[in-house]
């Protein structure tokens, strides 16, 4: 059924009192084809058509509809990324269906949990052999293939939670534009050790006592940071690649993984730092530190932990990529103030893609044809528009920690922090509990209500508040940790314009026209301005697709 909300019989009234969201129901019962929807509001208010694909697919543009005026008048309005997460993904799916196949052969039986940690012991002038992707070779039929190789590496600093291991070649790379001190890794180790409990606070334990031996390994005491060059593609004149990754398969039992895989494990529990980043861009870095460190909590909480307190259970849980990217950019922004990193610096540098490109949605990371930045953008401008609008940093750690995953964890979460939250589900007449579909639909109003909120309208709460960006949350915590404004209209970036020449442009939303259309990929959607001072309009909408129509006023 499709879900447009607000019964249409071909024609309907719509009331607005200021900016809103009023959603638009079609009757099952009639066909594809325009439908006159009245309006009555100020006449100086301009209305907006919202469609959002609340689907699994991409929606092409042709079926999404579109308006056009009735007969009234109207006022005129003068990667290497990528291989990691694939990686990850065809890992787990293998791990998945051999649990799935076990646990089907052995329903009435735990399966094999054991406990135990490895301590580790290192000080500064250790050495130890890792394996790391260390160069890519292009194949004779053209693609290419990331390298795995062990390399010898040298502790460089060994703090309080973490050793900071470095790839004993380093130094002769000074070529490529590799210039790292001693100084340069211990602030690394510093910059952890200090935001290490804050994270774990928040985000959850990494390590696991028990777990299941027949996939992985024993977990270390402390976290292992390796700085290398990253698949070999360092130069002087890089400006993009992999800055950090965690490999999941670092803690799997390594027999395991070679004899099933063919890949390699460090059976410790560890992440990775691009060795050029850490020369040009720290800041970056050290913004990564808690990326990488909350997608390690992430594996084990929601994976890891999972299987050995649920030995009977015939499942296998992850997280998605959008989900857990979403909590680790969130997470990145929480500790921007604390590392006193600059906006381009930390995920709010992403978000010139979401105002470019919000249409595409956050969930299509195994699609080539989607560039990554514009996933990681629209992820983390959802996950930024959750916290600062239904909880804050309660609502980061109840995503983080509870035994959900994906779109469960963050209803569940959501009704965790906001426990007397209803809604009326205008489809069914009932009456619901907040979950993420009432998010989802209220996502769209972010690019209206830009402004700082008044003090009326902070007050409000439920249905009526003020839904946006422009909000800080969590100004009072003792761990410094908070979530700042963001003013998505004034967001900046270097531009490269057609001739090649690079310019510093504000990067706005992007707002249609009524008869336009675009593409939407799950979780998408589009901003189409309808008409000021208007008596009604007619939209054109297909009944072959999940397209939710909304409305929205704005004087």
Known sequence: MKRLLILLCFSTLFLFTGCELLTILFDDSGSSGFKTINIETDPTSTIYLVKLNNSSEIIKAQQTGFARMADVSEQNDTDTDSFIRSLNRNLNKGLEAEILSDSNRSAGSERAVTTGYTNLSFSKGSTKKFYSYTRTEKKADGSEVNISEQINAVCKYAGTYCYVFADTSLPNLTSTGIYLSDTDYKVLGEKFDSCYEREISVNGDPFYKKYNYTYFGPCNDKIIILVSDLFGDASNEQTSGTVGYFYQGDVFNKTYLLNNYGLNSNECEMFYIDALFLTKRPDTVYSTLVHEFNHMINYVIKTVNYMTTNPYAKSFQLCDE??????????????????????????????????????????????????????????????????????????????????????????????????????????????????????????????????????????????????????????????????????????????????????????????????????????????????????????????????????????
């Open 322 to 555: 959008w989900f857990t990217e979403m909590l680790s950019m969130t997470t990145e922004d929480m500790f921007q103030s604390y590392l006193k990193i600059k906006d381009e610096d930390s995920p709010k540098g992403r978000l010139p893609y979401f105002n470019m490109y919000y249409n595409y949605g956050f969930k299509l990371w195994d699609n080539s044809s989607i560039p990554n930045e514009i996933m990681y953008a629209n992820t983390y401008a959802f996950g930024a528009f959750l916290v600062r609008n239904f909880g804050g940093i309660s609502l980061l750690e109840e995503m983080a920690k509870n035994e959900y995953v994906n779109e469960t964890a963050i209803t569940k979460a959501l009704q965790k922090c906001n426990p007397n939250f209803i809604y009326k589900d205008e489809a069914t007449n009932k009456n619901k509990r907040i979950d993420f579909e009432y998010a989802l639909r209220k996502f769209s109003l972010c690019l209206f209500n830009t402004d700082a909120p008044t003090a009326e309208q902070a007050a409000k709460t439920g249905d009526d508040q003020y839904y946006s960006f422009n909000k800080s949350t969590d100004k009072n915590r003792s761990d410094s940790l908070i979530f700042t404004a963001i003013e998505i209209m004034n967001i900046v970036c270097d531009y490269k314009n057609d001739d090649g020449t690079i310019e510093r442009k504000k990067i706005q939303p992007v707002f249609y026209k009524k008869d336009d259309a675009v593409n939407l990929g799950p979780t998408g959607f589009s901003v189409h301005y309808v008409g000021k001072g208007l008596d009604s309009f007619e939209l054109y909408a297909s009944k072959s697709n999940k397209i939710e129509y909304y409305l929205i006023t704005r004087k």
